[in-house]
């Protein structure tokens, strides 16, 4: 008589236990700025902790279980579906025992397409003096953009007023390519085009928008 009563009582703070754990158990979702986001073509870094639990596992399906990085986060890819929302299952573990199951949902977008800057400036359309364009760095970003990120520019193509076009290595504006801007008249126009980038952080495929740049005498 004693076992079966004190095995109804472990029975009652068991599931007691569990039921509370709904609202003890939650998972916390970090982001490196937004908690409801994922892109295609990166690995988005996501850390999801349960901090009354021992552990938590992760699953993206029943099936497949998410395993941490060196750094504690895990790295969910959702470049292979075209859904716009992902559901993970996070389960807490407290005593080897199972004590909630979560269910985050997410949604899914495109990477923006990335856009060009010189210096500074970073319209499409823009007026620049001499002084500003000599040596001036070429920087490819992508705006509202919720992981760190970093773009290396290989080259890109110029074209000045009603010249050739000129193919140039390296993301600056060169010695060789400000000798023939110094040649323009001031209202003349030059278009940066074409620009090869490349990153090792995500994969986008999508090409900048052309700049266009007025040279004007003085600010």
Do not use: W
């Not at 001036?136 to 007023?161: P, R, T």
């Not at 110094?182 to 495929?205: A, M, P, R, T």
Request: aromatic share 10%; with cysteine.
């Amino acid at each position: 008589m004693k076992k079966i009563i004190l095995s109804l009582a472990l029975l009652y703070v068991s599931s007691n236990m569990f039921s509370q754990g709904n609202k003890d158990f939650i998972p916390l979702v970090e982001f490196v700025k937004s908690p409801k986001i994922l892109y295609r073509g990166i690995y988005n870094k996501v850390r999801i902790d349960v901090p009354k639990a021992d552990s938590i596992q992760l699953y993206e399906t029943e099936s497949a279980l998410l395993k941490k990085d060196l750094l504690g986060q895990y790295n969910i890819n959702c470049t292979t579906t075209r859904s716009k929302t992902k559901t993970l299952v996070a389960k807490s573990y407290l005593n080897g025992a199972i004590v909630n199951s979560d269910s985050i949902n997410f949604e899914i977008k495109d990477i923006p397409r990335p856009r060009l800057r010189i210096n500074a400036y970073s319209a499409n359309n823009l007026k620049m003096t001499l002084e500003e364009l000599k040596g001036a760095k070429l920087e490819v970003y992508i705006k509202d953009f919720m992981f760190n990120h970093s773009i290396n520019i290989s080259g890109y193509k110029i074209k000045l007023g009603h010249r050739e076009v000129i193919q140039v290595e390296g993301d600056l504006i060169s010695e060789d390519v400000f000798s023939k801007i110094k040649k323009l008249n001031i209202g003349q126009e030059i278009l940066i085009f074409d620009v090869q980038y490349y990153s090792s952080s995500f994969s986008c495929g999508k090409a900048t928008p052309p700049m266009f740049i007025e040279l004007m005498d003085k600010r």
